[in-house]
């Protein structure tokens, strides 16, 4: 079975999460990243306020060969009551018809339920299969002690299997 954590982190503590997951399932990682536009990346308050508006920003899809893949383990930061914008345009890129995905969010205070909840109906309305889902809040946790919450959680996911 091929399997791949495939993420958006900002600040680097989404990335230590898909470290332990794919630590732990001994798989690979492919990380979500953002085309420059004049230059220069976009901001995540640019990125939020594009979202509203129904624009998502444009990342390097051709690179991020999911296709491929049978099990995605799904995962990025909240930003504003929802998973980054990053994400979204990850799951606009790739056809999820017959996947199995886990989703992990990473949130400094609030609003992972709503975010997970969303982030599920839209990946189940693509034809994937969600078999398990984490929020991590990582306020005042360093990137080692989230790579092992993450790992811990991955022990979960094989079990399910």
Request: charged share 25%.
């Amino acid at each position: 079975m091929k399997t791949v954590v495939a993420y958006y982190s900002h600040g680097g503590k989404t990335k230590a999460v898909a470290q332990g997951v794919a630590l732990e399932l001994q798989c690979g990682t492919e990380e979500i990243r953002l085309k420059k536009i004049h230059g220069k990346k976009p901001g995540a308050v640019d990125m939020m306020q594009k979202r509203k508006k129904g624009q998502l920003p444009a990342i390097y899809h051709e690179s991020l060969n999911l296709n491929k893949q049978r099990t995605i383990i799904l995962g990025g930061p909240i930003w504003g009551g929802t998973v980054a914008a990053p994400v979204f345009s990850l799951i606009n890129h790739t056809d999820w018809k017959n996947k199995t995905v886990a989703i992990f969010v990473t949130a400094a205070l609030f609003g992972t339920s709503k975010a997970l909840a969303k982030l599920k109906k839209e990946l189940e309305s693509r034809g994937a299969t969600i078999t398990g889902q984490k929020a991590f809040f990582s306020s005042f946790r360093n990137p080692k002690t989230l790579k092992t919450a993450g790992a811990r959680w991955a022990k979960t996911l094989k079990n399910t299997k």
